[in-house]
């Protein structure tokens, strides 16, 4: 399996040059397939027109009841996998979730277990860190 990122123009640009107002997007191309994320919790900071900060911060549901929302596609364990961010990321981690709670964390997306699996991406810039979640069916 291969991983790589790739990066697509922000949408949403605040006063500075480079800033997003919100946290960028993450899709995910698996194989054939081109997997949207959940957004999952956040907390993101732009710089306003005036030098004033905005902050958000966001707490939703977990990773394991958002991945209920989630149609997960079967892949196989010897699939390419290309994260794609709107915006240049810091770094990343990886957690695998299982009855509500992470059974496993790294700095790539594991394709070998089997079964149904949840993952969350988070993400970390300048401007916040981000969490995305995806669950695939891996054969």
Same mark, same amino acid.
């Given at each position: 399996?291969?991983?790589?990122?790739?990066?697509?123009?922000?949408?949403?640009?605040?006063?500075?040059?480079?800033? %997003?107002?919100?946290?960028?997007?993450?899709?995910?191309?698996?194989?054939?397939?081109?997997?949207?994320?959940?957004?999952?919790?956040?907390?993101?900071?732009?710089?306003?027109?005036?030098?004033?900060?905005?902050?958000?911060?966001?707490?939703?549901?977990?990773?394991?009841?958002?991945?209920?929302?989630?149609?997960?596609?079967?892949?196989?364990?010897?699939?390419?996998?290309?994260?794609?961010?709107?915006?240049? %990321?810091?770094?990343?981690?990886?957690?695998?979730?299982?009855?509500?709670?992470?059974?496993?964390?790294?700095?790539?997306?594991? %394709?070998?277990?089997?079964?149904?699996?949840?993952?969350?991406?988070?993400?970390?810039?300048?401007?916040?860190?981000?969490?995305?979640?995806?669950?695939?069916?891996?054969?």
């Amino acid at each position: 399996m291969e991983e790589t990122i790739t990066i697509d123009k922000p949408v949403h640009s605040s006063a500075k040059e480079n800033q %997003l107002l919100e946290p960028p997007q993450l899709s995910i191309d698996i194989g054939n397939k081109i997997i949207t994320t959940i957004q999952g919790t956040y907390s993101w900071e732009y710089e306003n027109k005036d030098g004033s900060m905005t902050n958000t911060t966001v707490d939703i549901d977990g990773p394991s009841e958002l991945a209920k929302q989630f149609d997960s596609p079967n892949v196989t364990t010897n699939s390419q996998v290309t994260l794609n961010f709107d915006m240049e %990321l810091s770094k990343y981690a990886v957690r695998i979730w299982e009855d509500n709670q992470v059974v496993s964390s790294s700095d790539s997306i594991d %394709l070998m277990n089997k079964g149904e699996i949840i993952y969350e991406i988070i993400g970390y810039w300048d401007q916040g860190e981000a969490s995305y979640i995806f669950s695939l069916h891996i054969d």
